[in-house]
Protein backbone atom coordinates (compact mmCIF):
# COMPACT_ATOMS: atom_id res chain seq x y z
CA UNK A 1 0.00 0.00 0.00
CA UNK A 2 1.21 3.60 -0.74
CA UNK A 3 2.43 5.43 2.56
CA UNK A 4 2.94 8.93 3.40
CA UNK A 5 -0.30 10.64 1.50
CA UNK A 6 -2.56 12.08 4.04
CA UNK A 7 -6.18 11.89 3.11
CA UNK A 8 -5.44 9.49 -0.02
CA UNK A 9 -9.23 8.68 -0.30
CA UNK A 10 -10.97 12.14 0.45
CA UNK A 11 -11.98 13.26 -3.22
CA UNK A 12 -12.25 16.51 -1.97
CA UNK A 13 -8.21 17.15 -1.21
CA UNK A 14 -6.70 19.08 -3.80
CA UNK A 15 -3.29 19.39 -2.44
CA UNK A 16 -0.95 16.04 -1.98
CA UNK A 17 0.72 15.93 1.30
CA UNK A 18 3.25 13.84 0.24
CA UNK A 19 5.60 12.47 3.21
CA UNK A 20 2.60 13.09 5.89
CA UNK A 21 1.89 9.56 7.74
CA UNK A 22 -2.07 9.00 8.56
CA UNK A 23 -3.18 6.93 11.10
CA UNK A 24 -3.80 4.36 9.23
CA UNK A 25 0.24 4.28 7.87
CA UNK A 26 1.43 4.82 11.69
CA UNK A 27 -0.61 1.48 13.44
CA UNK A 28 0.59 -0.53 9.92
CA UNK A 29 4.10 0.52 9.86
CA UNK A 30 4.60 -0.01 13.58
CA UNK A 31 2.31 -3.45 13.33
CA UNK A 32 5.15 -4.47 11.40
CA UNK A 33 9.03 -3.08 13.42
CA UNK A 34 9.37 -0.59 10.50
CA UNK A 35 8.79 2.74 11.67
CA UNK A 36 11.13 4.85 13.92
CA UNK A 37 10.10 3.85 18.03
CA UNK A 38 9.11 0.31 17.50
CA UNK A 39 10.29 -1.90 20.25
CA UNK A 40 11.94 -5.22 19.13
CA UNK A 41 12.24 -8.02 21.53
CA UNK A 42 15.72 -8.99 22.39
CA UNK A 43 15.76 -11.45 25.76
CA UNK A 44 12.97 -11.45 28.35
CA UNK A 45 14.15 -13.47 31.80
CA UNK A 46 11.93 -14.61 35.06
CA UNK A 47 14.68 -15.18 37.46
CA UNK A 48 13.88 -16.08 41.34
CA UNK A 49 16.49 -16.07 43.64
CA UNK A 50 19.25 -14.77 41.38
CA UNK A 51 22.37 -12.38 42.15
CA UNK A 52 21.64 -10.19 38.81
CA UNK A 53 19.72 -10.81 35.67
CA UNK A 54 22.30 -10.83 33.26
CA UNK A 55 21.77 -9.62 29.52
CA UNK A 56 24.99 -10.25 27.03
CA UNK A 57 23.28 -9.83 23.80
CA UNK A 58 22.23 -6.25 23.00
CA UNK A 59 21.56 -6.54 19.06
CA UNK A 60 23.00 -3.43 16.91
CA UNK A 61 20.24 -0.59 18.74
CA UNK A 62 21.28 3.17 19.94
CA UNK A 63 19.27 2.80 22.45
CA UNK A 64 17.47 0.00 24.43
CA UNK A 65 14.61 -0.10 26.45
CA UNK A 66 14.11 -2.54 29.83
CA UNK A 67 11.56 -3.23 31.71
CA UNK A 68 11.32 -4.71 34.74
CA UNK A 69 8.10 -6.45 36.64
CA UNK A 70 7.56 -7.97 40.17
CA UNK A 71 10.93 -7.14 41.42
CA UNK A 72 11.65 -8.17 44.85
CA UNK A 73 14.85 -8.34 46.67
CA UNK A 74 15.67 -10.89 49.00
CA UNK A 75 17.40 -8.55 51.60
CA UNK A 76 14.99 -5.77 53.41
CA UNK A 77 15.80 -1.98 52.16
CA UNK A 78 17.99 -2.25 49.41
CA UNK A 79 17.84 -0.39 45.79
CA UNK A 80 17.52 -1.65 42.16
CA UNK A 81 21.04 -0.75 40.72
CA UNK A 82 21.85 -1.47 36.85
CA UNK A 83 26.02 -1.95 35.94
CA UNK A 84 27.69 -1.75 32.61
CA UNK A 85 30.25 -4.31 30.89
CA UNK A 86 32.79 -3.48 27.63
CA UNK A 87 34.03 -7.24 27.60
CA UNK A 88 30.61 -9.32 27.09
CA UNK A 89 29.87 -9.79 30.65
CA UNK A 90 33.06 -11.06 32.00
CA UNK A 91 33.21 -8.06 34.14
CA UNK A 92 31.15 -5.42 35.30
CA UNK A 93 32.29 -1.64 35.62
CA UNK A 94 31.97 -0.45 39.27
CA UNK A 95 33.34 3.19 38.80
CA UNK A 96 32.68 6.36 36.98
CA UNK A 97 28.59 5.94 37.48
CA UNK A 98 26.80 9.62 38.31
CA UNK A 99 23.37 9.32 38.87
CA UNK A 100 19.99 11.27 40.41
CA UNK A 101 16.62 10.97 41.21
CA UNK A 102 14.02 12.34 42.85
CA UNK A 103 11.13 9.78 45.09
CA UNK A 104 7.67 10.67 46.23
CA UNK A 105 5.96 8.91 49.02
CA UNK A 106 2.41 8.62 48.75
CA UNK A 107 1.28 10.57 51.81
CA UNK A 108 3.58 13.49 51.23
CA UNK A 109 7.27 13.03 51.17
CA UNK A 110 9.04 13.93 48.48
CA UNK A 111 13.22 13.48 48.54
CA UNK A 112 15.89 13.71 46.10
CA UNK A 113 19.37 11.05 45.86
CA UNK A 114 21.87 11.60 43.91
CA UNK A 115 26.19 10.49 43.29
CA UNK A 116 28.63 11.55 41.32
CA UNK A 117 31.26 9.06 42.44
CA UNK A 118 29.06 5.48 42.35
CA UNK A 119 29.79 1.94 41.52
CA UNK A 120 26.35 1.28 40.15
CA UNK A 121 23.46 3.01 38.36
CA UNK A 122 20.60 3.39 40.86
CA UNK A 123 17.09 3.18 39.52
CA UNK A 124 14.96 2.85 42.82
CA UNK A 125 15.57 2.13 46.76
CA UNK A 126 14.31 1.51 49.66
CA UNK A 127 12.93 -2.07 48.55
CA UNK A 128 10.77 -4.63 50.69
CA UNK A 129 10.98 -8.42 51.20
CA UNK A 130 7.09 -8.32 52.08
CA UNK A 131 4.32 -9.76 50.34
CA UNK A 132 3.08 -7.69 47.90
CA UNK A 133 6.15 -5.69 48.35
CA UNK A 134 6.86 -5.73 44.72
CA UNK A 135 9.20 -2.80 42.31
CA UNK A 136 8.25 -2.27 38.67
CA UNK A 137 10.04 -0.02 36.57
CA UNK A 138 11.53 0.92 33.25
CA UNK A 139 14.68 2.47 31.80
CA UNK A 140 15.67 3.83 28.50
CA UNK A 141 19.36 3.31 27.78
CA UNK A 142 21.64 5.44 25.57
CA UNK A 143 24.53 5.10 23.79
CA UNK A 144 25.45 1.93 24.77
CA UNK A 145 27.28 0.60 21.83
CA UNK A 146 28.88 3.68 20.58
CA UNK A 147 32.80 3.77 21.48
CA UNK A 148 32.94 7.28 21.05
CA UNK A 149 30.19 8.31 23.78
CA UNK A 150 28.92 8.31 27.00
CA UNK A 151 26.04 5.73 28.26
CA UNK A 152 23.27 7.29 29.59
CA UNK A 153 19.83 6.17 31.44
CA UNK A 154 16.42 7.70 32.08
CA UNK A 155 14.00 5.70 34.73
CA UNK A 156 11.25 5.37 36.38
CA UNK A 157 9.78 3.01 38.78
CA UNK A 158 6.94 2.38 41.18
CA UNK A 159 7.15 0.10 44.61
CA UNK A 160 5.72 -0.46 47.76
CA UNK A 161 8.63 -0.39 49.80
CA UNK A 162 9.60 -1.87 52.59
CA UNK A 163 7.58 0.43 54.89
CA UNK A 164 4.22 -1.84 55.65
CA UNK A 165 4.10 -1.86 51.27
CA UNK A 166 3.65 2.20 51.55
CA UNK A 167 3.81 3.00 47.66
CA UNK A 168 7.01 5.62 46.19
CA UNK A 169 7.59 6.63 42.99
CA UNK A 170 10.88 7.75 41.40
CA UNK A 171 12.34 9.21 38.72
CA UNK A 172 15.98 10.12 37.49
CA UNK A 173 18.50 9.68 35.10
CA UNK A 174 22.64 8.43 34.82
CA UNK A 175 25.45 8.30 33.03
CA UNK A 176 29.10 6.08 32.67
CA UNK A 177 30.99 8.80 32.32
CA UNK A 178 33.58 6.81 29.95
CA UNK A 179 33.66 6.45 26.01
CA UNK A 180 33.55 2.56 25.56
CA UNK A 181 31.38 0.49 23.52
CA UNK A 182 29.31 -1.29 25.77
CA UNK A 183 27.75 -4.91 25.03
CA UNK A 184 26.42 -6.44 28.09
CA UNK A 185 24.88 -5.07 31.03
CA UNK A 186 23.17 -6.64 34.63
CA UNK A 187 20.01 -5.87 36.66
CA UNK A 188 21.22 -6.26 40.82
CA UNK A 189 20.18 -5.35 44.13
CA UNK A 190 22.64 -3.80 46.26
CA UNK A 191 22.53 -6.52 48.58
CA UNK A 192 21.78 -9.96 48.35
CA UNK A 193 19.85 -11.60 45.94
CA UNK A 194 16.59 -10.64 44.15
CA UNK A 195 13.25 -12.12 41.87
CA UNK A 196 11.84 -10.24 38.77
CA UNK A 197 10.70 -10.76 35.66
CA UNK A 198 13.17 -8.39 33.23
CA UNK A 199 12.20 -7.91 29.19
CA UNK A 200 14.95 -6.24 26.95
CA UNK A 201 14.32 -4.48 23.98
CA UNK A 202 15.69 -2.89 21.34
CA UNK A 203 13.89 0.50 20.31
CA UNK A 204 14.30 0.97 16.13
CA UNK A 205 15.84 3.75 14.61
CA UNK A 206 15.28 4.96 10.99
CA UNK A 207 17.57 7.27 9.92
CA UNK A 208 16.79 10.22 6.87
CA UNK A 209 20.02 10.75 4.55
Not at 119 to 127: A, F
Not at 177 to 205: D, E, H, M, P, W
Request: glycine fraction near 10%.
Amino acid sequence: MPYGYLGQNQPNQTVSNSGVFSITDVAELQSQGKLGGSLELIEEQTVSGVSAVDFTNLGNYNVHFLAINNYQPATDNTSMLIRLSDDGGSTYESSNYQWAHQQIYAPTEVFEYRSTSATSLEINRENGTGTNENGNAYVYLYNLENSSKYSFTTSQSTQATKFSGQLAMQYGGGVYAVSSSINAFRVLSSSGNLSATAKLYGVKQIWVT
